[in-house]
């Protein structure tokens, strides 16, 4: 978590930037991460020349040349180290004319990030602002990983305050919730197929550090953890840059963020590739069949993104492989024929485990349109037994445009500080849904319909049309009337009329 004072620098920066010329929060987080970047070359480099003096020996993995380019200038120069004490106009002709094309023009010597150079531009207008961002940024530390991560996540939700690009961020406690639930394991193979700023891949790597440190102490675990654990696609070559920095400041030396446009012929990539997929897709509506994977549509014959997305994480997934996937409402009880083939897939096919009702605001203000997560098995062998709903009313913020948050800090979120009262929990249902999704296939097989959270055995499902609805299955709790028989109210009614006949009877006595 970081502090208000690094709030502050980080506010001060894109400040600069906004009153400096550029006023596109995507744009601005671009020119950013290049200077992250370019900065975390040289603390490689830096890291590297250590080393060799240690051990007197020359450099093994060198990033900047020796000497001078064929201009007779020092390629040192190219360093964050250097040219951040360089006048604001020989510090703006460096970037421009010799860093960004040596950017450009790189090798794979420094990791993913350089796969995404190729057309990276230097855009920041005026030798004066890249000075002042300069400055405020050598100021801010990224020694610690957590920090690190945690500014850059910051930066990102930028993207969501400025009312621009918002919806290639899911909300972050939502993603930790999909992410306890899935529980991924030092083994798993994760993939995000429509990764954005990889905000699923990075929960799901936090989530391996806290829970399986010892990952990162052994050399085989931890290759794979920096190398093969961490899978993202995306078609947005800015995305792809965003996505893998954000990996790279939490932690993850090498992730494999790669270009994909995943329903697309030719480019829907493998078969079983993946044990675990995290995603919240974009759903566009309807793409051109003429365009889209064969393999797909030999799934479910339909044009909706929504329902290719959920053909396309069932055939990457391996057998015995787990999804966690946010989809519209309309997946849950639509009645086309591909929406219903889907459903039965999921629930005949291999195992539907759960159905999470998230509220309708949960994405505003981008999109106020209601929406579930799915957890699913591939089996491919059936397994369905019970499925399991929850029904989210409260996620910590409000449902209207300005997501307040409606509790304290520590209170929200899937792992508040305490348990919360009931008064609280009204507020916050998350840490409920973990705690109940522990014993979904134990205590929670008998709960009342008229719970927050039930089972539905698959039976019933089938013979409603293989309806996903929660509302299909949820019986309402009406309040206990006491019941009578008609003698008794009506005695009740004499004695009554009785008892008014004598007070008036008073009351005109008294008059007298």
């Given at each position: 978590m970081i502090t208000g004072e690094l709030k502050s620098k980080i506010d001060a920066i894109w400040n600069d930037f906004w009153t400096g010329g550029i006023a596109n929060p995507m744009e601005v987080i671009d020119q950013l991460t290049f200077l992250l970047f370019i900065r975390r070359l040289d603390d490689l480099h830096t890291l590297e020349e250590n080393k060799a003096n240690r051990l007197k020996q020359p450099m093994i993995k060198r990033i900047f040349p020796e000497g001078t380019d064929d201009k007779g200038q020092a390629w040192d120069d190219l360093r964050w180290s250097r040219f951040k004490n360089f006048s604001p106009d020989l510090m703006f002709e460096t970037l421009a004319?010799?860093?960004?094309?040596?950017?450009?023009?790189?090798?794979?010597?420094?990791?993913?990030?350089?796969?995404?150079?190729?057309?990276?531009?230097?855009?920041?207008?005026?030798?004066?602002?890249?000075?002042?961002?300069?400055?405020?940024?050598?100021?801010?530390?990224?020694?610690?990983?957590?920090?690190?991560?945690?500014?850059?996540?910051?930066?990102?939700?930028?993207?969501?305050?400025?009312?621009?690009?918002?919806?290639?961020?899911?909300?972050?406690?939502?993603?930790?919730?999909?992410?306890?639930?899935?529980?991924?394991?030092?083994?798993?193979?994760?993939?995000?197929?429509?990764?954005?700023?990889?905000?699923?891949?990075?929960?799901?790597?936090?989530?391996?550090?806290?829970?399986?440190?010892?990952?990162?102490?052994?050399?085989?675990?931890?290759?794979?953890?920096?190398?093969?654990?961490?899978?993202?696609?995306?078609?947005?070559?800015?995305?792809?840059?965003?996505?893998?920095?954000?990996?790279?400041?939490?932690?993850?030396?090498?992730?494999?963020?790669?270009?994909?446009?995943?329903?697309?012929?030719?480019?829907?990539?493998?078969?079983?590739?993946?044990?675990?997929?995290?995603?919240?897709?974009?759903?566009?509506?309807?793409?051109?069949?003429?365009?889209?994977?064969?393999?797909?549509?030999?799934?479910?014959?339909?044009?909706?993104?929504?329902?290719?997305?959920?053909?396309?994480?069932?055939?990457?997934?391996?057998?015995?492989?787990?999804?966690?996937?946010?989809?519209?409402?309309?997946?849950?009880?639509?009645?086309?024929?591909?929406?219903?083939?889907?459903?039965?897939?999921?629930?005949?096919?291999?195992?539907?485990?759960?159905?999470?009702?998230?509220?309708?605001?949960?994405?505003?203000?981008?999109?106020?349109?209601?929406?579930a997560i799915l957890y699913f098995t591939k089996t491919n062998s059936g397994g369905t037994d019970q499925v399991w709903f929850y029904d989210v009313h409260a996620d910590g913020f409000s449902l209207d445009d300005k997501r307040d948050a409606l509790l304290d800090e520590a209170m929200l979120g899937v792992y508040p500080s305490q348990a919360l009262s009931a008064t609280e929990h009204e507020k916050n249902n998350l840490p409920d849904v973990l705690s109940r999704w522990e014993e979904s296939t134990g205590t929670e097989r008998s709960n009342p319909r008229t719970a927050q959270s039930f089972c539905v055995p698959k039976d019933e499902i089938t013979a409603n049309g293989y309806d996903l609805s929660p509302n299909r299955y949820k019986e309402v709790e009406h309040e206990a009337v006491e019941v009578r028989a008609p003698d008794t109210i009506l005695g009740e009614l004499d004695l009554l009329e009785v008892e008014i006949r004598r007070d008036l009877e008073n009351l005109r006595a008294k008059t007298v």
């Open positions: 004319d010799r860093v960004f094309p040596f950017l450009r023009n790189m090798n794979d010597s420094s990791g993913s990030f350089n796969r995404f150079m190729k057309d990276a531009r230097f855009t920041i207008p005026t030798a004066q602002l890249l000075s002042r961002v300069v400055d405020k940024l050598a100021d801010i530390p990224l020694d610690d990983r957590d920090t690190k991560g945690d500014i850059y996540e910051y930066m990102l939700g930028k993207l969501s305050s400025a009312g621009t690009n918002g919806q290639f961020r899911t909300p972050r406690h939502i993603i930790k919730l999909m992410v306890a639930m899935m529980a991924p394991t030092p083994k798993d193979i994760i993939s995000d197929p429509a990764s954005g700023t990889c905000g699923f891949l990075v929960s799901a790597a936090e989530y391996m550090q806290d829970k399986h440190p010892q990952m990162l102490t052994e050399q085989k675990s931890r290759d794979h953890f920096n190398n093969t654990m961490f899978n993202g696609f995306d078609f947005d070559t800015t995305m792809l840059r965003i996505g893998t920095m954000n990996m790279i400041l939490h932690g993850v030396e090498n992730p494999n963020v790669g270009y994909r446009d995943s329903l697309s012929e030719g480019e829907s990539g493998g078969s079983e590739e993946f044990t675990v997929i995290l995603a919240n897709p974009p759903f566009k509506g309807s793409i051109d069949k003429s365009t889209t994977a064969k393999n797909l549509l030999r799934v479910v014959d339909t044009s909706k993104t929504e329902l290719l997305f959920l053909a396309l994480f069932i055939r990457q997934l391996k057998n015995g492989g787990r999804a966690a996937v946010v989809v519209p409402d309309g997946v849950l009880f639509g009645a086309s024929n591909a929406h219903k083939a889907v459903r039965k897939l999921l629930i005949d096919d291999h195992r539907l485990d759960a159905v999470v009702k998230l509220p309708s605001g949960v994405f505003k203000p981008y999109a106020g349109v209601s929406t």
